[in-house]
């Protein structure tokens, strides 16, 4: 399975890319080979109950979710499953569902907005998917085989297979988003944009000349 070094580099790539259109899951093509008919409500979630967003000047000061978050119990488990598998805990790094991931995908995927609502199905559809094709629900898999799934799709996602690429993608993408905006994942990347300073002593020499200054 890929090393933090090249999620990261996975990381620069989504966001790269982050602009790309989301193409809803097509949900035959997503239970191709499951006996089930359409997806069970409790595979989806509850759907979105229309509440509202924060708005054009949201309370930076006093951060709050407006609205109800929908993933049940097994579904955020499952997703920490995967999730731990895209981001392990690997030295002093932790791993994701160690840095609530898993309750930010739930956050994602409740917002009421079109990007959001879209990935809401695409996650869900593709989990749904995955449901069907494995010998056992994923909210009960062990390290060992969330990582042979994983595996798999990985596989599936990179022969171009759909609707495994989209769900790959867009899983992969929004965990990255999750685990690098958390304090630990600023900190791994090297930014330092957030931190404050007492005084200015302009930009450094490396920089200056650079520019030829």
Not at 96 to 117: C, K, L, M, N
Request: glycine share 8%.
């Amino acid at each position: 399975m890929p090393d933090r070094r090249e999620t990261l580099a996975w990381l620069l790539r989504a966001l790269a890319l982050s602009a790309a259109p989301v193409v809803h899951v097509d949900s035959a093509s997503a239970r191709q080979g499951c006996a089930a008919a359409p997806a069970k409500p409790d595979q989806i979630g509850a759907a979105w109950r229309g509440d509202r967003g924060y708005g054009r000047d949201p309370d930076l000061l006093h951060p709050q979710v407006t609205w109800a978050l929908t993933l049940t119990a097994q579904q955020k488990t499952a997703i920490a499953r995967l999730a731990d598998v895209f981001l392990p805990e690997e030295g002093s790094s932790p791993s994701a569902s160690a840095v609530a991931v898993p309750e930010f995908i739930d956050e994602w995927v409740s917002a009421p907005y079109p990007q959001q609502q879209q990935d809401r199905v695409v996650l869900l559809e593709g989990m749904a998917a995955l449901e069907c094709a494995g010998n056992a629900p994923l909210h009960t898999l062990n390290a060992s085989q969330a990582q042979i799934l994983v595996a798999g799709l990985h596989a599936r996602a990179a022969e171009g297979k759909e609707p495994e690429a989209r769900f790959f993608a867009r899983f992969r993408h929004i965990c990255l988003i999750g685990y690098y905006t958390t304090p630990v994942g600023v900190a791994e990347l090297g930014y330092v944009g957030y931190q404050p300073s007492a005084r200015f002593a302009g930009p450094p020499p490396e920089v200056l000349a650079k520019l030829g200054l």
